[in-house]
């Protein structure tokens, strides 16, 4: 029975191995980053957006613990009209160690922003705190929601509509976009200056989003046995370590019951049951992001009785990079759509 056991759990690690072997050939140890994204040739900052929104650029929304400004970029339409007007959040991927507010050119989500901004829509693109071998969580998190309060602060200024105020992330951006979402709007509290505010939202979407870090990171086999991968098991078992301890300050090999049991409290799918209507979006080839990640989420969603429709891209990887321009904006069509039915 107990052999019957261990093979099974040694058969759920190498179904997504491959996550941890691309970072260990990629000689992203955490000491250096364990970012989720594969490298990508260089990326050009969007020069269509600053002609067609209204862009006010590097406002700080807030200072972190260590005194740090925090920043966002504010897209809002050009011609907008008297009405107040809906917000949607975008938050970046990087692993959380990496990646930045900047919007690219040719990219789905300066589509999407494009889209919006002529519904009437501001977008709001945020920076958060990035991770590393002594910042951990709950602070990128933390700025996550701090954003959707500073939307509230200054909703006069900006002549927010607070009533319909969303979350979209791809990634990293996109765990944090449904970890903000779902979590009770006590928690995760940062900024004494806008603790006072709400961080709710209407809805969320996520882009191949890790949704419970806990399986993504195989915390619950312990420290990886060496004999299981040979040459570079040595690799992995410190890339494994080094996934967990960026995110929970737990040693896993020291600390596995915590670190498993932090790590579970930033799982969005322990939050599934005060969920909000969600849009998921994944590549059924997702190499790094398993879709079993967003399949879970999705069920957990669904038996809690929260609005979620679970979008499949035909063989789309991780960031959609190999997907198409057609389907692709295919896609950022749904996307508005979804939004667009969730105002109220």
């Known amino acids: 029975m107990q052999s019957s056991i261990i093979n099974i759990s040694i058969n759920r690690f190498f179904t997504n191995l491959f996550f941890i072997l691309f970072l260990s050939f990629s000689g992203l140890f955490f000491s250096q980053s364990f970012s989720q994204a594969p490298t ?12 067609i929104t209204a862009l006010n650029e590097n406002i700080v929304y807030k200072t972190s613990r260590k005194g740090d400004s925090i920043k966002l970029d504010l897209y809002m339409p050009k011609n907008f009209s008297a009405e107040k007007t809906p917000v949607l959040i975008y938050v970046h991927g990087g692993g959380w160690i990496e990646g930045n507010k900047e919007i690219h050119a040719d990219d789905y989500v300066e589509n999407t922003i494009k889209k919006l901004t002529a519904r009437q829509y ?12 002594n910042t951990h969580f709950p602070l990128p998190l933390e700025d996550t929601k701090d954003a959707v309060r500073w939307v509230r602060k200054n909703a006069e200024k900006y002549n927010f509509d607070t009533n319909n105020i969303g979350l979209f992330g791809a990634s990293a951006g996109a765990h ?7 979590s009770p709007d006590n928690t995760f509290v940062g900024s004494p200056d806008l603790s006072s505010y709400s961080s709710k939202v209407n809805y969320v979407i996520d882009h191949y989003g890790p949704a419970d870090l806990n399986k993504l990171f195989h915390t619950r086999l312990g ?11 040595k690799k992995i078992v ?12 737990y040693n896993l090999n020291k600390d596995q ?12 799918v ?11 979006v994944q590549g059924n080839q997702d190499k790094i992001v398993p879709l079993s990640q967003s399949k879970k989420l999705h069920r957990k969603l669904k038996r809690a009785h929260i609005e979620t429709s679970l979008l499949i891209i035909d063989k789309g990887v991780h960031s959609f990079s190999t997907t198409d321009k057609d389907t692709l904006d295919k896609m950022t069509d749904q996307m508005v759509d979804f939004i667009v039915s969730q105002k109220k």
């Open 176 to 182: 944090l976009s449904l970890m903000a979402a779902y």
């Open 122 to 133: 501001a977008v709001i693109s945020i920076n958060y705190t990035l991770l590393n071998e």
């Open 257 to 268: 019951d915590r670190a498993i049991e932090y790590l579970k409290t930033i799982s969005p």
């Open 270 to 280: 322990t939050y599934a049951s005060t969920g909000v209507p969600t849009l998921i």
């Open 40 to 51: 990508q040739k260089k990326h050009v900052k969007s020069t269509l957006l600053p002609e």
């Open 223 to 233: 420290t990886i046995p060496v004999s299981m991968v040979k040459m570079i098991s």
């Open 238 to 249: 410190d890339l494994q370590q080094g996934l967990v301890k960026g995110m929970s300050g």
